[in-house]
């Protein structure tokens, strides 16, 4: 299964309420140990921040909106496929994910 999981995209979404420009920020960390990051946000704070999508597009983080009275979401930029910036961070990433998995598992 670890060997699946590594060929897999992995994706990290941070959903902000407000502060777009927090919400990229941490995004954009994101991408040292994800292939892709999303920002996720309301429809009028993402149509605010749409305003700036050359900076979204310029930091490889896409951006996102949710309305949750229609479950509609808005796709404003998708990052292409890319590869996490550390890929030794990336597989300690995924590790620790399964690990947290596997207990779960073994507390039920």
């Known amino acids: ?4 999981l590594q060929r897999q995209q992995f ?7 407000r502060d777009w420009r927090k919400g990229l920020v941490q995004a ?5 140990f994800c292939d892709c ?13 749409s305003q700036r999508l050359e900076l979204f597009a310029s930091l490889d983080v ?8 229609t479950d509609v979401i808005t796709r404003y930029f998708t990052p ?4 996490a910036r550390n890929l030794e961070a990336r597989n300690k990433a995924i590790e620790s994910i399964l690990n ?3 207990l779960c598992k073994a507390l039920k």
């Open 62 to 69: 896409g951006l996102w909106s949710f309305a949750p009275d």
């Open 100 to 102: 947290k998995i596997q």
């Open 80 to 83: 292409h496929q890319g590869t």
């Open 1 to 4: 299964r670890r060997q699946k």
């Open 11 to 17: 994706t990290a979404f941070e959903l902000k309420l």
């Open 37 to 49: 990051s999303i920002v996720v946000l309301p429809s009028d704070v993402a149509e605010r921040a």
């Open 28 to 32: 954009y960390r994101y991408r040292y």
